[in-house]
């Protein structure tokens, strides 16, 4: 199974701060239709989880564009360039290239 | 897009239990679906995808036990439930792609 590592666990940061989140995996996730399927979603306090980024890099339409996403074969980044409290909550790398899926282990993001 | 799951519930060790997942906002029958699970306090753990043209995967801690289906013309997805655990116990979320249900609690205790 590939393994997805997700760093820091926890990020305390101020309104307005930028926010970096790393994700690696144990295999390229660099598929077959030279498309890499990795995702980025945000699961605020009590909720359901929300999309953000596919595909390393693409924002889904209702994403604010402070929000932006980076990487190949192993290595990805989320940054958020200015923090919001909206922000707040959990962050996942999602691997969709090799079944089974997997995700990482999350990265909680605090206000201070 | 609208992904309403239900069906969950209190269910003992070793019993049974059926989830479905209502799919509405586009053409249910031409997606492949997740289900996805987090137990209480824990991380996101994917459990079973379906194809459109219904080929299954499933993770290792459920293969055998779960059975992931789809109905295209209800629009609903569903996972079968049997010989529940203790660790079973979890939110499932059915999702496609991006989008997320808001999930179903099951607990199975006795």
């Known amino acids: 199974d590939v393994v997805m590592t997700q760093t820091p666990v926890s990020l305390s940061l101020a309104i307005g701060q930028p926010a970096s989140i790393s994700c690696k995996s144990s295999q390229s996730l660099l598929g077959t239709s030279g498309k890499t399927f990795l995702n980025w979603i945000l699961q605020r306090p009590g909720q359901s989880p929300k999309r953000l980024i596919y595909q390393v890099s693409k924002l889904y339409s209702e994403v604010p564009d402070r929000f932006s996403g980076s990487g190949s074969e192993t290595e990805f980044t989320l940054k958020i360039s200015r923090v919001e409290a909206e922000d707040l909550g959990v962050y996942y790398c999602?691997?969709?290239?090799?079944?089974?899926?997997?995700f990482g282990g999350g990265t909680k993001l605090e206000l201070k | 897009v609208q992904l309403v799951e239900s069906g969950g519930g209190l269910v003992q060790p070793g019993k049974s239990l059926k989830l479905s997942c209502s799919a509405s906002g586009f053409t249910f029958s031409s997606y492949g679906m997740h289900w996805i699970r987090q137990a209480p306090g824990k991380g996101l753990d994917w459990v079973a995808y379906?194809?459109?043209?219904?080929?299954?995967v499933y993770a290792d801690a459920v293969k055998g036990r779960f059975t992931i289906s789809r109905d295209n013309a209800k629009n609903t997805l569903y996972l079968q439930l049997n010989s529940l655990k203790s660790e079973d116990t979890a939110i499932y979320y059915c999702?496609?792609?991006?989008?997320w249900g808001q999930g179903v609690m099951v607990t199975v205790s006795s």
């Open positions: 999702a496609r792609g991006g989008d």
């Open positions: 999602w691997q969709g290239t090799h079944f089974p899926q997997t």
């Open positions: 379906i194809s459109s043209s219904s080929g299954t």
